[in-house]
Nanobody, 123 residues
Framework: QVQLVESGGGLVQAGGSLRLSCASSGDIFSLNAMGWHRQAPGKQRELVAA???????AYADSVKGRFTISRDNAKNTVYLQMNSLKPEDTAVYHC?????????????????WGQGTQVTVSS
């Protein structure tokens, strides 16, 4: 079993920055793909960014150039550096992990989820 624990959310003004962390424990050797998804009130959950154990990445168009996903395999932790935040980035951000890259990319049958951390960007 794998546990994912997010931290780093909070309230920030537009244009500000936050860094989210997702620490994993348990059977981490099966976690090839890790990522961040977000869900705003009244909207569907969407992929923000994802990364493989080898460092390949993918980003939603809406965050390209502003957000950076990274991974420290030694610490079993994935990070999301969020810069130039906008009010439309306000959402609950969830960490996701799976053996298969496509599951994290498509948010389909993802094996493990964190509890989520709230990010609120004020205008």
């Amino acid at each position: 079993q794998v546990q994912l624990v997010e931290s780093g959310g909070g309230l920030v003004q537009a244009g500000g920055s936050l860094r989210l962390s997702c620490a994993s424990s348990g059977d981490i050797f099966s976690l090839n793909a890790m990522g961040w998804h977000r869900q705003a009130p009244g909207k569907q959950r969407e992929l923000v960014a994802a990364i493989t154990s080898g460092g390949s990445t993918a980003y939603a168009d809406s965050v390209k150039g502003r957000f950076t996903i990274s991974r420290d395999n030694a610490k079993n932790t994935v990070y999301l550096q969020m810069n130039s935040l906008k009010p439309e980035d306000t959402a609950v951000y969830h960490c996701a992990a799976d053996r298969l890259w496509i599951r994290v990319l498509r948010d389909t049958e993802v094996s493990y989820w964190g509890q989520g951390t709230q990010v609120t960007v004020s205008s």
